[in-house]
């Protein structure tokens, strides 16, 4: 059973808009949340992480957003790049374990 | 330059056949964990280990096996691979989870 959604499995963006990449969970015990970056031929690296004290985190051009009580969270990208055009993996944990679960992804493609 | 190497990068097998895939992390870090991708399920743990010679289950541990007798080897052996066990793996190491780095993957094709 998925314990990270993903729906989107795609997302296409203009160069300069905002990107707005969506993720659900479905266990309330998560109290801490990741976004991963993946190119081709490469492994994720991290982006911007957020805890369930906190509502919002901001680094630079990417915003994570999170919603306990709908246990929703969005990443923001603006502007968007072309550079940003990868697949985007939200992940989940409990505190103290060492199980990190991950989403299906989203390939963010942004035109120029 | 902080990096995490696998190898090899590509292997095609045929069922039943032991193979390895090492893994190598240069940055002293205790944690390394395995990881397998598959289309519609995301990345899954499959084992991790929090230091040498301590090791456990991931979420899908069944048809492997760890070792960890060096601090900066985590070897993923498939003892008797099925065609079930073709995946896209990933090693991972850490210290806290924003320091987690990842391979650049192996692509398994268990024939």
């Known amino acids: 059973d998925q314990q990270v959604k993903q729906n989107s499995p795609s997302l296409s963006v203009q160069e300069g808009r905002i990107s707005i990449l969506n993720c659900d969970y479905t266990n309330s015990m998560f109290d801490y949340f990741l976004w991963y970056k993946k190119y081709p031929a490469e492994g994720p690296t991290f982006l911007i992480s957020i805890s369930s004290i906190k509502d919002k985190n901001e680094d630079g051009r990417f915003t994570v957003f999170l919603n306990k009580s709908a246990k929703h969270l969005s990443l923001h990208i603006v502007p968007s790049q072309p550079g940003d055009s990868a697949v985007y993996f939200c992940a989940a944990l409990s505190s103290g374990a060492n199980n990190l679960f991950f989403g299906t992804g989203t390939r963010l493609t942004v035109i120029p | 330059e902080a990096q995490v190497t696998q190898n090899p990068r590509y292997l095609i097998t045929v069922t039943g056949k032991k193979l390895t895939v090492t893994c190598s992390q240069n940055m002293n870090h205790e944690y390394m964990s395995w990881y397998r991708q598959d289309p519609g399920l995301g990345l899954r743990q499959i084992y ?35 065609p079930n066990q073709t995946s896209l793996y990933f090693c991972a190491s850490r ?16 024939l």
């Open chain 2, 48 to 82: 991790y280990s929090m230091n040498v010679e301590v090791t456990d289950k991931g979420d899908v541990p069944e048809g492997y096996k760890v070792s960890r007798k060096e601090k900066r080897n985590f070897p993923l052996i498939l003892e008797s691979p099925s």
């Open chain 2, 95 to 110: 210290q806290g989870w924003e320091t987690q780095y990842f391979g650049p993957g192996t692509r398994l094709l268990v």
